[in-house]
């Protein structure tokens, strides 16, 4: 199957037609204001104007009030939410609710993280709403997300791994292997495609969307190899 692609962090209408050129499926905007890459409801709702359908807008949130949430939704007309703080498993589906969207869920992995928490936190938040969809694994770091830094890829298990969203220092040079060692149902970008902060890179897009589809092409070649094999 084709892994899907998510890029975050958008800020700039450029970065998005290079998005929508490279053959990604969803872009991100962050409506945390600390960060370098936030978005005003108002600025991300232009940017989603220049958006075709069949395209996944993701809303990336951390710590908000589900009041915060709704309000934004209204403005910037969003397919997903994306809850990246401490978020409880009662506070997402709340949030979701209030959104009236489909939510992830972030897991930051840290390296004591047991791969059974990953299974029994994705149970959770999956038994808590019909609006979550799946969790997406960043890494641990003390300030929030998009810092570039990997984790461990082998603490996802394998059964939970078609499920996930990967993210957390992905780049051009790692995505193949990501996509062939992981098996997610998507990978998700922000810094290893920026030229700098909130400022992507075309290039950078379109080699790291051409590493994931090797990826992809690796697993296809693997799977007809071993179906070919006779028994
Ligand atoms: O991008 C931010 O500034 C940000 C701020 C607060 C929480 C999360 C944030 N970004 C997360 C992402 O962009 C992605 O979901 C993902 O973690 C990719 O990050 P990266 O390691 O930079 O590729």
Request: proline letters at 6%.
């Amino acid at each position: 199957m084709r892994t899907r692609i998510k890029i975050c962090g958008l800020t700039r209408e450029q970065d998005v037609q290079a998005v929508m050129a490279s053959g990604a499926d969803a872009i991100g905007f962050v409506f945390y204001p600390k960060s370098p890459r936030y978005v005003t409801p108002e600025r991300a709702a232009e940017l989603i104007r220049t958006v075709p359908p069949f395209i996944t807008t993701v809303g990336l949130f951390v710590n908000a009030s589900p009041e915060e949430v709704a309000a934004t939704v209204k403005i910037a007309p969003l397919s997903l939410i994306q809850l990246h703080g401490d978020e409880t498993v009662a506070e997402g589906a709340a949030i979701a609710a209030a959104a009236g969207r489909q939510y992830m869920k972030v897991f930051r992995v840290k390296p004591d993280t047991r791969p059974d928490e990953l299974l029994e936190y994705e149970q959770a938040n999956r038994a808590a709403s019909p609006l979550f969809t799946s969790l997406l694994l960043d890494t641990y770091v003390d300030a929030y997300g998009g810092a570039g830094k990997g984790f461990d890829w082998s603490l996802v298990p394998k059964d939970l791994a078609p499920r996930v969203v990967l993210s957390g220092g992905l780049s051009v040079h790692n995505a193949t292997d990501a996509v062939v060692g992981v098996r997610p149902y998507a990978v998700d970008i922000s810094s290893g495609v920026e030229a700098s902060k909130g400022i992507k890179d075309a290039r950078k897009i379109a080699d790291f969307v051409t590493a994931v589809r090797v990826g992809d092409a690796t697993i296809e070649s693997e799977t007809h190899h071993e179906s070919a094999v006779p028994r």
